[in-house]
């Protein structure tokens, strides 16, 4: 540990222990670290003793104070540290001061503090109540000082045999005040304890901290920061009364008498008009009257060494300490000769400091110009030179009047008012009467009122600084611009003290503001001289005026933040699932202020930013932030989204860090139109994909023909079928138009607004037709008919007509196509020859059809026939009765056409076909063929058995029929022809004709009977 640093906190923790229990904890540790030796100032100074000789000379208007300087001891010895533990030391309380030598050799023996009660310039002395080798502790209890400021000027020490005084080099440093509270509030959070350390340039530095070990450690960094900025600090004054304390000198007093003349004493004139002034005065707000004198004696006291210069100052003093701003003096004036009246206002001139000398000058112009006005005459306002040489730093003389000189000494304007004479044939019947007295103090009175512009408490002529603003410069660095600077010439210097809030005013510094050329005054603050902490700083603004007194004239708060916030990355993907959701995340957030929230600004392009929406997204357990969007919100667009991300942070600031873009696509809603199949007019309407909009309410399409505009225009609502698809079929003939139909969908969406979902269009042909009035079917020969077709007509024309025919024996093998064609009274024909049809029998199906010229095929009309012909007759009969030729016959062949051949095949029954003949039949006239069968290339009689078939044209083998004939056997007899005739007698005549007998005729017997009675007789 620092050796220094270690005997402070030392024998500070003694006097704590022993005196003082002001603060309640105190840290003692120090960094072991620490290492700041270089705080010791190398200054070598002469060290004097400033003694203030006593004026010897007895005439008031002359210089009294002489500076002796005093040469005590020349040493190098060097003050390290001084210490003060309080500003305020108030009722009950001491006051702790510590001073160390730089040389820690050294060992003190005995040390004593010499400090001065500021008031009256007294000085007094005080032994060390404890020393530390180079250190040492002064305790001075409140009993023994006096209320008012104390400061402290040196030490006087004891190291065996040498004896060192050491002055503290500072002027104001080190100051304390003695208050009569008991408890002094701390409205200005001024730390309670305060050190002063001296730095390498010699100037003397404040540090404050909370506690001891807070306050040296910031002293000893301080130190070593080499642009420590702090020069001094004291206590800034208890804020002056807000009066305005006037004090109001009568001159003279029955010790010190003025002039006489004319019955006429001056030390009593001029107590009167001053009460009567005093009387006006304080009919005025805010006015504080205090007097030199209230009665006849000498205020102050009376010892050997008393001279009225001595008095006056003071007089002068006393009313400064009462917090007088100025002081006016009352006298009157004297001359040997009667003749000399009038009034006279004696100023200060502009020595040492020309703003006073400007102000009294004012007082006295404006006094002077009352006076006059009550008759006086004007004998003119002035300042008086000193005539002994002496003159302040620039060589301007001083005043000659002590009022003067002492009232500026103590940074106050003075005036001295003669008001008239005494000895003046024309004043002095005046100054017999108590009114005129009185007037005179009115006059006064006046005067002073309208320099101080007192009417309704108005402005002091004291400093002040009405404005305090911040002004960021930098993100490390701002201004502190202080405005409305009022009495500037009273001014010596601006401090404002900055530190931020953090850690308490462990980081504070006194700047100088700089004045700037508009009149205000400027503080440039680097954050790094505080610690580089952000947050709230707090800035007081003292005001030191030209007499050395401090004001707090104003303070302030400002926040320093970071001008900063980023994001490292943003994420934006369609989702993967639901294409109609967008998913937004950031990640690597830096606000280093907070973040109030991210908020995602996105739109489609589709329209500019028509659909402009700000999410706030979601703050994840990662620290992500997320949000989805839904594109229902965007109008379903699909295509480009611009996605901005905006991050707002704790201080109201707002960043875009990020932004990006995305390209989607949506699944189409397709709205279809698909006719149904035939010739029918109905077409399906569709709207797939709807889905995309989520829980529609209803999909609804507007169907019209582009035929005379939208004259026809329907709505049709859907119906959603289980795929999803909303469909309606519609029947277009209910439209008046045909051609290209167009259809619009659209739908509700579950919000209640309405959405375009597409359209197609679809086209109905015009409608075509073909008719026909009548079909006959007319016989037209034995195997032919005709199919007559009237009346045909097709919307698109006829290109051709064709007619299948069928029979319905075994099924459509017979089937022909036969093209109709067209007789010249537009009739259409059709012959047909049932040879094409296998000359089938029967039913014959008839169908027609017509194909128009657009090749559309109708089927105009069915029908059917029944087509019968005359049956083949197969026949056989004896030719001549002899048995032996048979005549064959087929009749009605022709019917199968013109036959190559007919044959018949002809058997006896007996003994099966081996006796079969095949007999070639000849042609007979119209559709007859004949063969002669020879029963004698047959073996046997009995019964013959007969078939036929013909060979047709197209060479096929048709059976035409059968049939049979008897044959009798060889022996038998027959008889050809039997005629019997009856002749006019009653004969019966039988002639036997063609009696055959295979063995001959024996004879022949002829039975006859009546049938009346039986049978043969
Ligand atoms: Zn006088």
Not at 181 to 197: G, L, N, Q, R
Not at 460 to 483: C, H, N, Q, W, Y
Not at 500 to 518: E, G, M, V
């Amino acid at each position: 540990m620092n050796k220094l640093v270690k005997k402070i906190s030392v024998i500070l923790m003694m006097c704590m222990l022993i005196s003082f229990s002001g603060i309640e904890s105190m840290a003692v540790e120090i960094s072991e670290n620490d290492e700041n030796k270089t705080i010791i100032s190398e200054e070598e100074n002469e060290i004097s003793l400033e003694q203030e000789a006593e004026a010897t000379n007895p005439d008031e208007n002359t210089q009294e104070e002489v500076e002796n300087s005093q040469e005590i001891s020349e040493n190098q010895e060097e003050i390290e540290y001084i210490y003060l533990d309080k500003k305020i030391l108030a009722d009950g309380e001491e006051q702790n001061i510590v001073v160390a030598l730089e040389d820690e050799e050294k060992k003190l023996d005995s040390a004593s503090l010499i400090y001065e009660f500021k008031e009256t310039a007294e000085r007094n002395e005080i032994e060390a109540s404890n020393m530390v080798d180079n250190t040492v502790l002064f305790t001075l209890p409140y009993d023994i000082l006096s209320q008012g400021s104390y400061r402290l000027i040196g030490v006087e020490c004891a190291i065996g045999e040498e004896k060192i005084f050491l002055e503290f080099q500072e002027e104001e440093i080190a100051e304390f005040e003695v208050s009569a509270e008991d408890k002094v509030k701390d409205t200005e959070a001024v730390p309670e304890v305060t050190a002063y350390a001296m730095g390498d340039d010699g100037n003397v530095v404040e540090e404050s901290g909370d506690n001891i070990t807070e306050a040296v450690e910031s002293a000893i960094r301080q130190m070593a920061a080499p642009t420590a900025i702090s020069q001094f600090s004291t206590r800034a004054r208890e804020s002056r009364d807000s009066e305005f304390v006037i004090a109001l000198d009568p001159g003279h007093d029955s010790h010190c008498g003025g002039a006489h003349a004319n019955g006429l004493a001056e030390e009593v004139l001029t107590l009167k008009v001053a009460n009567y002034c005093k009387e006006e005065l304080e009919k005025y707000d805010g006015v504080k009257v205090i007097m030199t004198r209230t009665g006849a004696e000498c205020p102050n006291p009376l010892p050997g060494s008393y001279s009225s210069a001595k008095d006056i100052r003071q007089r002068v003093q006393k009313a400064v300490q009462q917090g007088a701003d100025v002081i006016v003096s009352f006298h009157f004036n004297s001359s040997g000769s009667g003749s000399a009246n009038g009034a006279e206002v004696i100023y200060q001139n502009q020595s040492y400091d020309a703003a006073i000398g400007l102000e009294s000058k004012a007082l006295a112009e404006k006094i002077q110009k009352e006076l006059v006005a009550l008759g006086l005459k004007d004998r003119g306002i002035y300042s008086k030179d000193s005539t002994d040489g002496s003159h302040d730093p620039n060589g301007v003389k001083d005043d000659y009047w002590t009022l003067h000189n002492e009232a500026k000494a103590l940074g106050k304007p003075a005036v001295l008012i003669e008001h008239a004479f005494v000895s003046g044939n024309v004043d002095s019947a005046n100054l017999k009467k108590e009114s005129y007295l009185k007037q005179l103090g009115i006059a006064d009175a006046k005067g002073i009122i309208n320099q101080y512009d007192l009417l309704n408490g108005g402005p002091r002529k004291e400093p002040g600084v009405g404005k305090i603003e911040f002004k960021a410069t930098g993100e490390d660095t701002f201004d502190v611009i202080l405005s409305d600077v009022k009495n500037e010439e009273k001014i010596q210097t601006i401090y404002v003290p900055i530190w931020s809030a953090n850690n308490n005013q462990d980081d504070i510094y006194w700047y100088a503001a700089q004045r700037q050329s508009d009149g205000t005054y400027k503080v440039s603050v680097d954050i790094k001289k505080h610690k580089g902490d952000r947050g709230n700083y707090i800035a007081h603004v003292y005001i030191i005026d030209k007499q050395g007194n401090q004001i707090l004239a104003n303070d302030g708060q400002y926040k320093v933040i970071y001008y900063h916030a980023s994001i490292d990355t943003l994420k934006v993907s369609q989702n993967a699932t639901d294409k109609t959701k967008l998913d937004i995340v950031v990640s690597g957030i830096n606000a280093p202020n907070g973040v109030d929230r991210i908020q995602a600004a996105v739109w489609s392009e589709n329209n500019g930013q028509d659909d402009i929406v700000w999410y706030t997204m979601s703050k994840q357990s990662n620290g992500d932030y997320k949000v989805q969007v839904n594109i229902a919100n965007h109008k379903y667009d699909a295509g480009i989204y611009n996605v901005h991300i905006y991050l707002f942070d704790k201080e109201g600031l707002s960043f875009l860090p990020k932004a990006t873009n995305i390209s989607i696509s949506v699944p189409n809603v397709s709205i279809a139109a698909k006719p149904l199949p035939d010739n029918s007019t109905q077409v399906q309407l569709s709207a797939s994909n709807v889905g995309i909009y989520g829980n529609v309410q209803n999909v609804r399409f507007a169907v019209w023909s582009a035929e005379n505009g939208q004259d026809d225009m329907k709505w049709y609502f859907g119906t959603r079928n289980n795929s999803g698809v909303w469909q309606v079929t519609i029947d277009t003939s209910t439209h008046t138009g045909t051609g290209v139909f167009y259809v619009h969908s659209y739908s509700v969406l579950a919000d209640g607004t309405d959405k375009f979902l597409g359209n197609t269009e679809f086209t109905v042909k015009k409608q075509t037709t073909a008719s026909i009035e009548k079909l006959e079917v007319n016989k037209t020969n034995e195997n032919t008919f005709e199919v007559l077709l009237k009346g045909v007509t097709a919307s698109n024309g006829v290109k051709n007509i064709q007619v299948p025919i069928w029979s319905e024996e075994n099924g459509q093998d017979d089937l022909v196509w036969y093209d109709a064609s067209k007789k010249a009274d537009g009739t259409y024909y059709v012959n047909v020859d049932i040879k094409n049809h296998k000359y089938n029998t029967g039913i014959y199906n008839i169908h027609v059809y017509l194909f128009d010229k657009t090749g559309k095929a109708f089927l105009l009309k069915t029908t059917s026939t029944r087509v019968e012909l005359a049956e083949v007759k197969i026949t056989a009969s004896d030719m001549d009765g002899s048995q032996k030729n048979f005549q064959l016959k087929a009749a009605n062949v022709g019917k199968y056409g013109n036959v190559q051949n007919v044959r018949f095949a002809v058997w006896s029954a007996e003994n099966g076909q081996d006796d079969l003949i095949w007999y070639t039949g000849k042609q007979n006239g119209s559709g007859t063929w004949t063969a002669t069968a020879e029963i004698a290339r047959h073996k046997s009689s009995g019964t013959f058995l007969v078939h036929v078939y013909a060979m047709l044209a197209d060479g096929t083998d048709k059976f035409l029929g059968t049939t049979s004939f008897e044959v009798k056997k060889q022996g038998v007899a027959s008889i050809g022809k039997i005629d019997v005739t009856t002749d006019e007698k009653g004969n019966i005549n039988v002639n036997l004709a063609k009696v055959y007998a295979a063995t001959g005729v024996k004879k022949i017997s002829v039975a006859v009977w009546s049938e009346t009675n039986g049978r043969m007789i």
